[in-house]
């Protein structure tokens, strides 16, 4: 009914910048706040950034100065601009929605591998 599609993961030299993507489609009234999380090789997920839906940015402490959260409502997607990565930034990076007021939707993740 609802979907979330990641894109634009990869593998990049330390140093450089990805952007990822985050489009919603289904049955969609309302887009409330949306955010990345990140999952690296035996760790815990954690949250990287969250917007509102009215624009309002929270960066994690882990990736502040380096990542910035967007995102474009009319086309419902999410952004998050990666730059000056490093090698502990690698991880399979997923997309949050919170869709129609309460419902929470993820992606299914796309892989960021940031080589030294």
């Known amino acids: 009914q609802v979907q979330l599609v990641e894109s634009g993961g990869g593998l990049v030299q330390a140093g450089g910048s990805l952007r990822l993507s985050c489009a919603a489609s289904g049955s969609i009234f309302r887009i409330g706040d949306m955010g990345w999380y990140r999952q690296a090789p035996g760790k815990q997920r954690e949250l990287v950034a969250t917007?509102?839906?009215?624009?309002?940015?929270n960066i994690a402490d882990s990736v502040q100065g380096r990542f910035t959260i967007s995102r474009a409502n009319a086309k419902n997607t999410a952004y998050l601009q990666m730059n000056s990565l490093k090698p502990e930034d690698t991880a399979v990076y997923y997309c949050?929605?919170?869709?129609?007021?309460?419902?929470?939707?993820w992606g299914q993740g796309t892989q960021v591998t940031v080589s030294s």
């Open positions: 917007i509102t839906r009215f624009g309002t940015p």
């Open positions: 949050k929605a919170v869709i129609n007021l309460n419902d929470d939707y």
